[in-house]
C-alpha cells in the first residue's frame, strides 16, 4: 500500500504537524489515530537489542527485555569481514520486528581520536574508511529486514567530557577526511533510514541546529533522503534546529518544543513549508515500517551461537611464543582472573543489554579440557587482595600453562565519562607479573573497550585482544585457545606503548567548553606510521596459528586518470597446516608532495579463507577517493598528478608487496597570483613557469649566487643551492628590492602571469 503523505500532512492541524516533530515519551514517535498514523517505537542498539519495558532511560540503568548481546563495535572491526557484520545486522533486524521496533538506534562510527574516550568499545575504528565499511554492511543488514538504523553521532562526537557543551574545533580538511568520511560511506552506500545527530557543537555550532552540516553536506552532497534525529536531549533551540535540518527531537520536551514552532510558524519566523517537509521525511519512514511489516521469527539459541562466531573472527592474537594453541592432552591447566568466571563482554550505558545467556570461559572450557581456576583479583576495587593473590600464584605454579583473563572493569570505561589513563588495575598487574614469576608458559586474555597499557607483555608468552566480545565471548576464547578455531581478527586500532604516544594527548579532552584537533589529519596510525613511532601493536596487526605469503602484486594499468579505477590483484597462499583466513589490506601512499600527507592511508581489504597450502588470487579496486585529500581551496576532493604507491600489507607495518602507478588529474587547481605569490609556486606550474624562468638567472645573480668569496668549489655549491632557496621562497613584491623593478611593472607581470595560468 503506497501511502499519499503529502495528502495526510494537508489534512494535519499546525499543532499536530509540530507535535510529529518531538517524541511521545521516551521510545515512541507520536501518532495520529484519526489520520492512521502509528505511534512507532525506537530502541537502543547498536550490537543487540535494548528494548525496555517499564521504567525508560537512555543510560542503560533499567531493566530491558532479555535479548542477545553480539560483540561489541571494538570487537567486530577486527573481524574486517562485511558479510559477517551483515549477518549480525540481519538477525539484529530479525529480533527487531519480532519486538515491533521501527529503528534501532545504531550503528555507531565516531572515529577513535583518544584510547581515553569512554564510549570507543561503541566505535569501530581510528581508521574512518574501515569504520564506514562495517557500518554500512551492519546498516544493509538491519535494513533488508525493514526496519530501519540510526547511524550516530553526527558528528565529531569523539569523548564524553562535556559532551552535550563542548565545542569539537576541527579544521574543514580534517573534518572532511577523517571524521565526516566514516559516515559518508555508509550513508551513501547502505543508505540508513535516519540519522542521529550529536551533542557537542561543531566549531561553535550545535550539531542539532548546524545548517551546513545537516543539510548542506548530508542531504545536498550526499544525498541522504531519510530523517535526522536528535541525541537524547541535544536539542538546544528548536526553531533553530528545524531549519537546519533536525526533523525530530527526542524524547519529548512535553510539548514545550511543539508550542514553540508553533509560534514560530504563526509569526513568520519559521515558514510552514520548512515543517511539512520535516513531517513528511518523519512519515516516509514510519510507513515504510508499518506498512511493509514482516513477521519477526528469530532463534535465541542459534543468534547465540553467530555471536559465539562472530567473536571468535574478532578476536585478535597479539602474541604467541609457541605456547598456542593448547593441547588438550597431557597438560596441566590454570585459569587465572575473575574475568575467566565472570566476563566483561559489553560496555556500560546506552547499549548495555540484558543478556538472555552468557557463556564463560571457565564454563566453555568444561566440553574440552580440565582446568584448576583461581580468582587472583577483585573487579569491585582495585585493592591487591594477599590471599587471592598468593592462591592463583600457586595454582599456576602448579600447572603446565596458566591462562589469565583480565583487563578493564565495568567502572574503567563506560558512557558517560572518559578514562584518565591507560593503565589496567594494579591488582591485575600485579597478578600477571607474579605469575610471571613462576610460570613460563604464560598466556593473557583481555577483556576490554579500547587499548591498555601492556607493562607485562614481554613477560609472557601469549597474548589474546577479546575486546568486549558480546554474551558468547567465553566460547570464542576457548575455541581459539584450545585451536577449534584459528584467530583471524587483526587491530582496528593502533596500540601505542603509552598514553602520551598518542597524537591528541596535548588537546584531549581540552580547556573549558572546547577542544582543538590540533593533530589534524594524523589520527591513529597515520601519525604513528609517519613519525615512525615505536608502537606495541600497530594498525592491521594480527597473527594467526599458520603463515601466509603475498605474490604477484598486479595493476590494470601503471597510468590512469583520476576518474578511472584501478584493479589491483594479487595472490595470497597459505603456507602452514592449518586452515586459516588472511585479511589483507591495501594502503595508498601518496608520493606526489602536493599536499602534507600521512604516509599511507587505508583503502581498501578483503579477508580469504584458505586451506593449508592453498593459494587464491584476489582482488580490490581503488578509485579516485582512494587517491584524493580534500582540498580547502576548491572545496572538493582533489586527486594531483603524480605516482602513487599501492601497498599490499599484512598490517599497516608490514608492507608484503608494493607497486607503482601514475595519476593524472583531470582537475586542473585554480591560481590566483597576487604580489606576494613565490616564484617557487610560480615555477611549479607550467604556463607560468614560461612566463617567469627567464627573469630567474638574474634574480639569483642579484640574490648573491655569484659570490665574490668563493674559496671552493664546494662552497660556490653551497652559495648557489643558497641562492636558489631564496629566490623559490621570495614573494613578486620582491622584484623591487632585488631587480629594481616598479611596482607598476610587477603588477603588469600579475597580469601577464595571471593570463598565462588562466588559459586552457
Known amino acids: 500500500m503506497k501511502r499519499d503523505v503529502k495528502k495526510i500532512i494537508s489534512e494535519m492541524t499546525l499543532e499536530e504537524k509540530a507535535g510529529m516533530c518531538s517524541g511521545k515519551d521516551f521510545w515512541h514517535l507520536?501518532?495520529?489515530?484519526?489520520?492512521?498514523?502509528?505511534?512507532?517505537?525506537?530502541?537502543?542498539?547498536?550490537?543487540?537489542?535494548?528494548?525496555?519495558?517499564?521504567?525508560?532511560d537512555h543510560l542503560g540503568l533499567n531493566e530491558s527485555i532479555k535479548a542477545v548481546c553480539f560483540p561489541t563495535a571494538c570487537a567486530t572491526a577486527c573481524s574486517f569481514d562485511r558479510d559477517l557484520l551483515e549477518e549480525m545486522g540481519e538477525r539484529i533486524g530479525d529480533e527487531c520486528q519480532a519486538e515491533n521496533l521501527s529503528v534501532i538506534l545504531g550503528p555507531a562510527v565516531n572515529i577513535k581520536r583518544s584510547p581515553l574516550c569512554g564510549r570507543n568499545f561503541e566505535y569501530f575504528s581510528e581508521d574512518p574508511y574501515l569504520a564506514s565499511q562495517m557500518a554500512a554492511a551492519h546498516i544493509k543488514g538491519v535494513q533488508s529486514k525493514n526496519v530501519g538504523t540510526s547511524i550516530k553521532h553526527f558528528a565529531a562526537n569523539n569523548q564524553e567530557h562535556r559532551r552535550m557543551?563542548?565545542?569539537?574545533?576541527?579544521?574543514?580538511?580534517?573534518?572532511?577526511?577523517?571524521?565526516?568520511?566514516?559516515?559518508?560511506?555508509?550513508?551513501?552506500?547502505?543508505?540508513?533510514?535516519?540519522?542521529?545527530?550529536?551533542?557537542?557543537?561543531?566549531?561553535?555550532?550545535?550539531?542539532?541546529?548546524?545548517?551546513?552540516?545537516?543539510?548542506?553536506?548530508?542531504?545536498?552532497?550526499?544525498?541522504?533522503?531519510?530523517?535526522?534525529?536528535?541525541?537524547?536531549?541535544?536539542?538546544n533551540d528548536r526553531v533553530k534546529g528545524l531549519k537546519a535540518g533536525l526533523e525530530l527531537e527526542m524524547p519529548g520536551s512535553g510539548g514545550n518544543t511543539d508550542k514553540e514552532i508553533v509560534e514560530a510558524v504563526k509569526n513568520g519566523e519559521l515558514e510552514e513549508s520548512v515543517l511539512d517537509r520535516a513531517v513528511e521525511r518523519i512519515l516516509n519512514i514510519v510507513f515504510k515500517?508499518?506498512?511493509?511489516?514482516?513477521?519477526?521469527?528469530?532463534?535465541?539459541?542459534?543468534?547465540?551461537?553467530?555471536?559465539?562466531?562472530?567473536?571468535?573472527?574478532?578476536?585478535?592474537?597479539?602474541?604467541?611464543?609457541?605456547?598456542?594453541?593448547?593441547?588438550?592432552?597431557?597438560?596441566?591447566?590454570?585459569?587465572?582472573?575473575?574475568?575467566?568466571?565472570?566476563?566483561?563482554?559489553?560496555?556500560?550505558?546506552?547499549?548495555?543489554?540484558?543478556?538472555?545467556?552468557?557463556?564463560?570461559?571457565?564454563?566453555?572450557?568444561?566440553?574440552?579440557?580440565?582446568?584448576?581456576?583461581?580468582?587472583?583479583?577483585?573487579?569491585?576495587?582495585?585493592?591487591?587482595?594477599?590471599?587471592?593473590?598468593?592462591?592463583?600464584?600457586?595454582?599456576?605454579?602448579?600447572?603446565?600453562?596458566?591462562?589469565?583473563?583480565?583487563?578493564?572493569?565495568?567502572?574503567?570505561?563506560?558512557?558517560?565519562?572518559?578514562?584518565?589513563?591507560?593503565?589496567?588495575?594494579?591488582?591485575?598487574?600485579?597478578?600477571?607479573?607474579?605469575?610471571?614469576?613462576?610460570?613460563?608458559?604464560?598466556?593473557?586474555?583481555l577483556h576490554n573497550g579500547s587499548p591498555v597499557e601492556m607493562p607485562?607483555?614481554?613477560?609472557?608468552?601469549?597474548?589474546?585482544?577479546?575486546?568486549?566480545?558480546?554474551?558468547?565471548?567465553?566460547?570464542?576464547?576457548?575455541?581459539?585457545?584450545?585451536?577449534?578455531?584459528?584467530p583471524s581478527g587483526k587491530l582496528a586500532e593502533t596500540i601505542p606503548y603509552k598514553l602520551s604516544d598518542n597524537p591528541s594527548y596535548l588537546n584531549f579532552p581540552g580547556d573549558g567548553q572546547k577542544v582543538e584537533y590540533k593533530e589534524g589529519v594524523f589520527?591513529?596510525?597515520?601519525?604513528?606510521?609517519?613519525?615512525?613511532?615505536?608502537?606495541?601493536?600497530?594498525?592491521?596487526?594480527?597473527?594467526?596459528?599458520?603463515t601466509f605469503e603475498y605474490k604477484d602484486l598486479q595493476l590494470s594499468a601503471d597510468?590512469?586518470?583520476?576518474?578511472?579505477?584501478?584493479?589491483?590483484?594479487?595472490?595470497?597462499?597459505?603456507?602452514g597446516n592449518r586452515a586459516g583466513k588472511e585479511i589483507v589490506q591495501l594502503y595508498v601512499a601518496d608520493k606526489t608532495g602536493a599536499a602534507s600527507r600521512p604516509v599511507k592511508e587505508l583503502r581498501n581489504f578483503v579477508k580469504v579463507e584458505l586451506q593449508p597450502q592453498e593459494e587464491k588470487t584476489v582482488e580490490m579496486?581503488?578509485?579516485?577517493?582512494?587517491?584524493?585529500?580534500?582540498?580547502?581551496?576548491?572545496?572538493?576532493?582533489?586527486?594531483?598528478?603524480?605516482?602513487?604507491?599501492?601497498l599490499a600489507a599484512a598490517s599497516s607495518r608490514d608492507i608484503r608487496l608494493k607497486k607503482t602507478v601514475y595519476v593524472e588529474s583531470t582537475r586542473e587547481l585554480p591560481m590566483h597570483i597576487h604580489m606576494n605569490t613565490t616564484i617557487g609556486e610560480l615555477l611549479e606550474n607550467p604556463k607560468t613557469?614560461?612566463?617567469?624562468?627567464?627573469?630567474?638567472?638574474?634574480?639569483?645573480?642579484?640574490?648573491?649566487?655569484?659570490?665574490?668569496?668563493?674559496?671552493?668549489?664546494?662552497?660556490?655549491?653551497?652559495?648557489?643551492?643558497?641562492?636558489?632557496?631564496?629566490?623559490?621562497?621570495?614573494?613578486?613584491r620582491s622584484l623591487r628590492s632585488f631587480m629594481g623593478m616598479r611596482t607598476e611593472e610587477i603588477q603588469e607581470l600579475i597580469q601577464k602571469l595571471q593570463n598565462a595560468a588562466d588559459h586552457q
Request: proline share 3%.
Open 289 to 445: 515500517f508499518t506498512d511493509n511489516r514482516q513477521e519477526g521469527k528469530f532463534d535465541l539459541e542459534e543468534d547465540h551461537k553467530l555471536a559465539a562466531k562472530i567473536a571468535g573472527e574478532s578476536m585478535v592474537l597479539l602474541k604467541n611464543e609457541g605456547v598456542l594453541p593448547i593441547p588438550v592432552q597431557g597438560k596441566k591447566i590454570a585459569f587465572i582472573g575473575k574475568f575467566a568466571e565472570t566476563p566483561r563482554f559489553q560496555g556500560g550505558g546506552s547499549s548495555h543489554i540484558n543478556s538472555f545467556k552468557i557463556t564463560s570461559a571457565l564454563e566453555a572450557v568444561k566440553d574440552v579440557a580440565q582446568v584448576t581456576y583461581a580468582q587472583g583479583y577483585d573487579v569491585k576495587e582495585d585493592v591487591i587482595d594477599q590471599v587471592m593473590l598468593d592462591q592463583a600464584v600457586e595454582v599456576a605454579k602448579e600447572a603446565d600453562v596458566a591462562v589469565i583473563f583480565a583487563g578493564l572493569p565495568d567502572a574503567f570505561e563506560s558512557e558517560g565519562y572518559d578514562r584518565s589513563h591507560m593503565r589496567m588495575p594494579d591488582c591485575q598487574n600485579t597478578l600477571i607479573s607474579e605469575i610471571a614469576k613462576v610460570q613460563e608458559n604464560v598466556v593473557v586474555v
Open 30 to 56: 507520536k501518532g495520529a489515530e484519526r489520520l492512521g498514523i502509528p505511534a512507532v517505537m525506537v530502541s537502543d542498539g547498536p550490537h543487540g537489542l535494548r528494548k525496555q519495558a517499564e521504567e525508560a
Open 559 to 575: 597510468k590512469i586518470k583520476d576518474t578511472d579505477k584501478l584493479k589491483v590483484r594479487l595472490k595470497v597462499k597459505n603456507t
Open 689 to 732: 613557469k614560461a612566463v617567469i624562468e627567464g627573469m630567474t638567472d638574474s634574480l639569483i645573480q642579484h640574490m648573491g649566487g655569484s659570490s665574490e668569496e668563493e674559496n671552493s668549489a664546494a662552497s660556490e655549491a653551497i652559495t648557489k643551492e643558497m641562492s636558489l632557496k631564496m629566490m623559490e621562497n621570495s614573494p613578486l
Open 165 to 235: 557543551s563542548c565545542s569539537s574545533e576541527i579544521d574543514e580538511r580534517t573534518l572532511r577526511e577523517i571524521y565526516l568520511a566514516a559516515f559518508e560511506t555508509a550513508i551513501k552506500e547502505a543508505k540508513p533510514d535516519t540519522v542521529m545527530c550529536s551533542y557537542n557543537r561543531i566549531n561553535g555550532e550545535f550539531a542539532s541546529e548546524n545548517h551546513w552540516l545537516l543539510t548542506e553536506v548530508l542531504r545536498d552532497e550526499w544525498g541522504f533522503e531519510g530523517y535526522v534525529m536528535s541525541d537524547w536531549g541535544a536539542v
Open 621 to 646: 579496486e581503488l578509485d579516485k577517493r582512494s587517491f584524493a585529500w580534500y582540498n580547502t581551496e576548491i572545496h572538493d576532493w582533489y586527486a594531483a598528478s603524480g605516482e602513487y604507491e599501492i
Open 456 to 486: 607485562w607483555a614481554d613477560q609472557v608468552k601469549g597474548i589474546l585482544e577479546a575486546y568486549l566480545g558480546g554474551q558468547a565471548v567465553g566460547q570464542a576464547e576457548v575455541d581459539i585457545l584450545f585451536g577449534k578455531v584459528n
Open 523 to 546: 589520527v591513529g596510525y597515520r601519525y604513528y606510521d609517519t613519525k615512525e613511532m615505536p608502537v606495541r601493536y600497530p594498525f592491521g596487526y594480527g597473527l594467526s596459528y599458520t
